[in-house]
């Protein structure tokens, strides 16, 4: 049930971390909060983003990877 706790929590977490872009007709570009991007590729490629170091990724799989390797604590 200890593991249980620990997924939910993450869950949680990567919720927030995610920053989807959208692509704005007018500048041509996909937006997100943070950046903007010439390509729907590079979009993607940075959709997902470490809270703890910035460091941003295409999928929830490398971000939680990333964090296993680390952030484990
Ligand atoms: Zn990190």
Same mark, same amino acid.
């Given at each position: 049930?200890?593991?249980? /706790?620990?997924?939910?929590?993450? =869950?949680?977490?990567? *919720?927030?971390?995610?920053? @989807? +872009?959208? /692509?704005?007709?007018?500048?041509? =570009?996909?937006?997100? *909060?943070?950046?903007?991007? @010439? +390509?729907?590729?590079?979009?993607?490629?940075?959709?997902?983003?470490?809270?703890?170091?910035?460091?941003?990724?295409?999928?929830?799989?490398?971000?939680?990877?990333?964090?296993?390797?680390?952030?484990?604590?």
């Amino acid at each position: 049930m200890i593991t249980r /706790y620990v997924i939910d929590v993450t =869950k949680l977490k990567y *919720k927030v971390n995610f920053n @989807p +872009s959208v /692509y704005n007709f007018r500048t041509k =570009k996909y937006e997100s *909060k943070e950046a903007t991007y @010439p +390509s729907y590729e590079q979009a993607r490629a940075n959709q997902w983003k470490c809270e703890k170091c910035q460091k941003l990724f295409s999928t929830l799989k490398e971000l939680r990877g990333h964090k296993i390797e680390y952030h484990s604590y």
